[in-house]
């Protein structure tokens, strides 16, 4: 079959916005600007007030809600300061609506000029649910956050989050069909391993949300132990009595889950990695391997100096960004691996 790349550059370049999405959502969390924007309108709220009187609506509106109620009216909270959150959650929304044109718009067009075969047509409509269905996360985790408690749900904010990195790694995959048509023999050792690597990292990144979600990076800020010297630390089994509530949703269990994971994704890698020295590899191959052994330890560093200066923005966000990388790293090479 031969190559289409308009195709190919329309896929990579979702990839890329799916990207910039995620890094601008970590801004949003950072910043606790999730909250702003109290309702959902597909049309009007494409761009932000544009009138002093619609930000002084807007900001009115806010202070109906527990966030400002329970928390921002008691810090001096001004429309300054509405403006600001409210931007990155805008900016947020907006980009989803800029995918969902950039992915509707060349489909269609793609797809009357017939430059779709069946099978990536096939995926592309999985695509298609996959951002309606983003959208609804959105949306559905943004309204925990509206009712009674003046956060939202750690667990719909990882699922919001992780289902953005699994479009993002789908999209990719669809796209390296089609980069890389041709097959070849399967390693199924090292596809095993790669498989079950990239599941860990999916869970390591559930748990990213967890912690986010909880803010629990702002306790425990010590590093290899968790403090007063424990690796497992008291807290952890006093914060509830069910084991499944004390590592989904105690701040201590989860982050002693997610510091202990690393451990887990850390030593997959470099056991497939070393695995992998068996066996005559592509440059392909070898490529996607180095990247992610390079990419595993830098973000085992960055989660290290996150915990111990105590979440600050820029560190944070970094920590997120690595995180695609390294999941854009691991879908990669157990494409190489697999096909």
Not at 43 to 62: G, L, R
Not at 115 to 143: E, Y
Not at 237 to 258: A, C, I, M, N, P
Request: proline fraction near 3%; charged fraction near 15%.
């Amino acid at each position: 079959m031969k190559k289409d790349k308009a195709v190919i550059y329309w896929l990579l370049s979702g990839c890329v916005l799916v990207f910039i999405m995620v890094v601008v959502g970590g801004i949003t969390r950072l910043t606790n600007s999730g909250l702003s924007m109290t309702d959902w309108h597909l049309v009007t709220d494409t761009f932000p007030p544009m009138s002093d009187a619609k930000w002084v609506q807007a900001f009115e509106e806010y202070k109906k809600f527990p966030e400002y109620q329970k928390i921002n009216i008691h810090n001096d909270f001004q429309l300054d300061d509405y403006k600001f959150i409210y931007f990155w959650e805008w900016f947020h929304r907006f980009i989803g609506r800029i995918i969902g044109l950039v992915f509707i718009i060349p489909f269609v067009y793609f797809l009357l000029k017939k430059r779709i075969d069946k099978a990536t047509l096939n995926k592309c409509f999985v695509l298609l649910g996959m951002g309606a269905l983003q959208g609804f996360f959105g949306w559905f985790m943004v309204k925990s956050g509206l009712v009674d408690n003046p956060d939202v749900s750690h667990f719909r904010l990882a699922l919001h989050l992780t289902f953005a990195f699994i479009t993002f790694a789908y999209t990719l995959w669809v796209a390296l069909d089609l980069i890389y048509p041709e097959r070849k023999e399967v390693i199924v050792p090292l596809k095993k391993v790669a498989r079950v690597t990239l599941a860990f990292l999916v869970l390591q990144i559930i748990y990213g949300g967890f912690v986010a979600g909880l803010n629990a990076g702002l306790i425990h800020n010590h590093w290899p132990l968790m403090s007063d010297g424990q690796f497992f630390h008291d807290s952890i089994t006093l914060e509830y009595d069910s084991w499944l509530l004390r590592l989904t949703e105690g701040k201590s269990g989860v982050q002693f889950v997610h510091r202990t994971m690393a451990y887990v994704v850390v030593g997959l890698i470099l056991y497939l990695y070393f695995s992998s020295k068996k066996y005559a590899l592509s440059a392909q191959q070898k490529n996607g391997l180095n990247a992610l052994v390079v990419l595993v330890f830098i973000q085992f560093a960055l989660g290290v100096f996150t915990l111990l200066y105590g979440v600050p923005l820029w560190l944070g966000l970094t920590h997120q960004v690595v995180a695609f990388f390294l999941l854009t790293a691991m879908t990669y090479t157990l494409h190489r691996l697999s096909k």
